[in-house]
């Protein structure tokens, strides 16, 4: 035989060559049986006949030929063209198609000198080496292309007038979360440039002191961003405890412990920030003439002296007030404030998260407004009592179930308006069962009226939402430059990538939205509306999925990918909701644009967007199989459990359906991400035409990689992010947010990463600067995530240029 001959010649060689024909009909049977069935499916035919290829291969190999090495040979090169006409030159799409194929080109030429005559294999050996350097030399041109940013267009040139409808002031301090209720997140601070942004160092790190109990592992995710206000720094931790810091050296001032239990986590522990009132005509001296206010994870507003920290005796009982009131029953952990809220003519305007997709009768997702002073509770806009604003009697309930508002919101002192972006009905996807008036104000801008809480206008950016698309971002308000002058606008980002400008005195579009034809069906096709509203100004949207856009490590990976596609139902965005068969949500919940919203240099006329660009992969889940499983609601026994990520097993009770998110859509094995690479990315866009200037994948694989496995490659793969930029009259964006525990500075003119620093832990957070004692400075807390699955701490990190 051919096996024995070559055996005798070569001995342990053949028998590797052997085990070689062994792996490649294994890889074989296994791409044969999965790519059939992708054919049968309507998928592509690569996987077959590549299969088949590697079986025959692997058979000639095992017979101890040399027919198997050339065999894959021929597979290897159809599988270069093929992988070139399907994606191009594109560095990430063609890791999964050609990269393994390439190790296994190499290992077969490897084992030809063993099954040839002694006078060739340098000659073969010789072959596979060029062969190799050529797919890497290619696949390392394609990922330097992949990674590329697109080529910037020219900043707008006109400068454009610097307005604020705020009573704040952002130049040396940062007295709101957004800057100002106007949320530009935008500083005229310029002594950090493009220029000497390089020389950034660690100015001073402070610490909250709050970590995770052993009960409350994974389920932290600071996301702080500080105020500065005159000579001290503001913030608060993941389970609310204030702090003040001195702004230059970061030493702490003194700080108030609210004692939040754990039992109120919902899914995250955070506080995105706090507010700060000084109220009118008050002695400096006096006790709380200045105050901190914040939300609290159990549903309290807190408010403490800005100077001392101690509670503010005239506000509410003993310095707090209870938004629960009138709630009904609340389990702990279904009602947190997450967010700060906002402060228009010494109201107190707060939202609360209700925790998603438990129950349809969860609490009520009312919307309340407090005197800063005294905590006395002006009015409460009700969904469920329409035309009534005035707070529940002491014998009535709130309409439980509605929309909330969890993120934050902005605020036009002149106007007296508040801008809620609103989020969904208790339970996410399913909607039958919802009111009238929920359907009209879920996920949709509201401006209510702070003086009386009356609804001013609302503009819905989805209809009869099932997508979880509730409103993330807070909404910046700008003077947008029109053919007629300059209008009071605000610009709204939004989870599904559209962004819209609208006049924020009446709440009509400035610029065009249109109603488009979306797709029909799923297990409430009554309920699905024949169009929804998409901007015509800017998206942040990518096209449609196809299977091309499928990913892995590996062809089988990819493979798997693609047979989970023709599968699942997919029909663009607003695929409706399925039980029978997953179905493909694109994007997915966390956007487009979430809570870190955008950012807005009105001199130059620039909105700065990072964004998200991941599908779920969802099913809705009969209520037999819900309760076959165990799913129950927060509200119920659940053995001191926290509960598990937004959707993961989300039992909706009073509803047919559970549902099971699978968000980003994460291959069981590997738990990488079935779509192509980038996940998430940064833009920068002409404010007055809606125009790319630059574009970017955001983020680098160094804290990704299969198997949860950190990969340390520094190559911008574009990674899920969650937190927002900040930008600088200097030309500088700052941001975090990605998870590869990077905070960036990025050049607003080209999109070029100028500078960075590896933070201790994830930096979801938004950053914010400031100027003390003559010095720039920026912060940035680095408390991580677990959702975005980077490591969690304490540090409040201050960056600032060497002193001279």
């Not at 992988?83 to 198609?97: D, Q």
């Not at 707090?320 to 997450?338: E, L, R």
Request: net charge neutral; charged share 20%.
């Amino acid at each position: 035989m051919a096996l024995e001959r070559a055996h005798g010649r070569r001995g342990a060689g053949t028998w590797i060559a052997m085990a070689f024909g062994v792996l490649l009909g294994l890889i074989g049977v296994v791409l044969a049986i999965g790519g059939a069935w992708l054919v049968v499916i309507g998928g592509s035919p690569y996987y077959l006949l590549a299969g088949l290829g590697l079986l025959a291969s692997g058979w000639f190999l095992f017979q101890g030929r040399v027919l198997g090495a050339w065999i894959y040979a021929a597979v290897f090169v159809a599988t270069l063209v093929w992988a070139v006409w399907e994606v191009g030159l594109a560095g990430w799409p063609l890791i999964p198609r050609v990269f393994g194929p390439a190790i296994l080109f190499l290992l077969a030429m490897a084992v030809v000198p063993a099954l040839t005559p002694q006078r060739t294999p340098r000659r073969i050996a010789l072959a596979g080496a060029v062969g190799l350097v050529a797919v890497v030399v290619v696949g390392g041109i394609a990922i330097a292309v992949a990674n590329r940013p697109d080529a910037p267009r020219p900043l707008p040139a006109a400068a454009m007038a610097m307005t604020d409808p705020s009573p704040m002031t952002v130049g040396a301090d940062w007295p709101a979360y957004g800057g100002t209720y106007a949320a530009h997140r935008y500083s005229p601070l310029a002594q950090i440039t493009p220029d000497n942004v390089g020389r950034l160092e660690r100015a001073w790190v402070a610490h909250t002191r709050d970590l995770p109990s052993e009960r409350a592992k994974k389920k932290y995710g600071a996301e702080t961003t500080p105020l500065k206000v005159g000579d001290t720094l503001y913030l608060c931790s993941a389970k609310n405890i204030l702090i003040a810091l001195d702004p230059a050296t970061g030493r702490e001032r003194w700080r108030y412990d609210p004692k939040v239990s754990d039992d109120w986590i919902p899914y995250t522990a955070a506080c995105r920030g706090v507010v700060y009132h000084q109220t009118p005509g008050a002695d400096p001296g006096q006790a709380c003439a200045a105050r901190i206010i914040e939300g609290t994870l159990d549903g309290r507003l807190i408010a403490v002296d800005s100077r001392t920290g101690r509670p503010c005796a005239d506000f509410g009982r003993g310095g707090q007030v209870d938004i629960k009131q009138g709630m009904g029953p609340v389990h702990p952990g279904m009602v947190s404030i997450t967010s700060p809220p906002v402060i228009v003519r010494g109201v107190v305007v707060t939202g609360h998260q209700v925790l998603d997709g438990q129950e349809n009768s969860a609490p009520s997702g009312v919307i309340q407004g407090f005197d800063a002073v005294t905590g006395e509770q002006r009015w409460a806009w009700d969904l469920g009592r329409p035309g009534v604003t005035t707070p529940a009697a002491p014998d009535e309930t709130y309409t439980r179930g509605t929309p909330n508002m969890w993120t934050i919101a902005s605020g036009d002192e002149a106007l007296g308006h508040v801008y809620l972006p609103m989020g969904n009905s208790a339970v996410d996807y399913w909607s039958s069962d919802r009111s009238p008036q929920e359907n009209f104000y879920a996920t949709s801008l509201v401006a209510l009226d702070v003086t009386t809480g009356a609804p001013a206008w609302r503009f819905q950016t989805v209809h009869m939402d099932v997508w979880d698309y509730d409103l993330g971002g807070q909404g910046t308000l700008v003077d947008f430059p029109t053919a007629a002058g300059t209008v009071p606008a605000i610009v709204l980002p939004s989870k599904q990538g559209d962004i819209y400008v609208l006049d924020r005195r009446t709440g009509r579009p400035i610029t065009p939205v249109e109603e488009r034809p979306v797709p029909q069906g799923g297990v409430e096709p009554q309920m699905r509306t024949a169009t929804q509203p998409f901007s015509r100004y800017h998206t942040l949207a990518k096209p449609d999925l196809t299977e091309r856009d499928m990913w892995g490590m590996s062809p089988i990976d990819q493979m798997i990918c693609r047979i989970q596609f023709r599968r699942a139902s997919y029909k663009g965005i607003y695929t409706p909701p399925t039980a029978d068969r997953r179905w493909i949500q694109y994007p997915g919940y966390n956007g487009g644009s979430d809570w870190g919203g955008i950012a807005v240099d009105p001199r130059r006329g620039v909105i700065v967007a990072n964004y998200n660009d991941m599908p779920n992969y969802n099913r809705l889940v009969p209520r037999s199989e819900v309760e076959r499983k165990g799913w129950s609601p927060r509200s119920q026994a659940r053995g001191g459990d926290l509960g598990g990520p937004e959707g993961a097993g989300d039992p909706q009770a009073g509803t047919p359906y559970g549902v099971q998110v699978n968000a980003g859509w994460r291959m069981p094995f590997t738990n990488l991400l079935c779509k192509e690479p980038p996940y998430g990315g940064i833009r920068a866009i002409d404010l007055r035409t809606g125009r790319t200037l630059w574009d970017r994948p955001f983020g680098t694989a160094r804290r990704n990689g299969p198997f949860g496995i950190p990969s340390m490659l520094p190559l911008e793969i574009g990674t899920p992010n969650n937190g927002g930029a900040v930008v600088t009259a200097g030309g500088v964006v700052f941001i975090a947010a990605a998870t590869d525990n990077l905070v960036r500075a990025i050049d607003l003119r080209t999109g070029e990463t100028l500078w960075s620093d590896v933070l201790p832990a994830g930096g979801q957070a938004t950053p914010m600067t400031y100027e003390a004692n003559g010095r720039q400075y920026v912060v940035i807390m680095a408390g991580g995530h677990h959702f975005m699955e980077t490591p969690v701490g304490d540090e409040v990190i201050a960056y600032a240029l060497p002193q001279r």
